[in-house]
């Protein structure tokens, strides 16, 4: 199975920066260099309007910091930052940041950067589990083994930047797998799960209560309907509804 390029947006403030950053980006055969921006209004205006896999942004921006620019995504992607300041390594690594480029770096350093970007992009969109049936289990890569999963014992799934949180009936302890949400959804079955919000898919049949913006489970866990998931739910809802 042969990936598509990863789609990239490089980010700095500083034009010569951002030039070289470009040019590293067009320098590695699968990467794809969709835009370059100088700050992190632009960057939100092109994410908007078109597919992004992989951002390479600088920490250290005077309208909205790369940090905080990442913290606002509504919807998670690869990155790596590049920065002057070393301080900054830990809050980087602190929103999952794929790698973190000391400035001034040179092509092999970049070049190590993207090897780690590529390697989770191909995790990420690599089919790992197969479709399913209700009566069936799923094998997925945890902590470096591979693990049984009933999906009948699913509660709820929660998205976790480019990682998912799988809590299971009876375990306090969630599985956390290297997965999309999205190849998640398309493999379980529809008539048992349902995705409420971006960041939450729930096993229907452990749903108690349902208030206008959230959805209690059987065990007290309380989760949000996000807007755009609204009328899928309540169709579900409507359907199983009886009434005087």
Known sequence: MTL???????IDDEPLALQQLSGYVNGVPYLELVGSCQSAAEAREMMSQQHVDAIF???DMPDLSGLDFVRSLAEPVLVVFTTAYSDYAVE??????IDYLLKPFDIEEFKRAASK???QFDLLNTPQVSRLDEDDALFLKSEYKVVRVDIKSIRFIEAMSEYLRIYMWGQGRPIIVLLSM???EERLPSRMFLRIHRSYIINLKMIREVTKNHVVLSDD???PIGDLYKDTFNAYIA??????
Request: hydrophobic share 45%; charged share 30%; net charge positive.
């Open 4 to 10: 598509p390029k990863i789609r990239c947006l490089a």
């Open 57 to 59: 942004i600088d920490i």
């Open 92 to 97: 980087g690594f602190r929103v999952n940041a």
């Open 117 to 119: 970007v590529k390697c």
């Open 182 to 184: 999205k190849k998640m």
């Open 221 to 223: 866990t309380s989760l």
């Open 239 to 244: 359907s199983k509804f009886l009434a005087r």
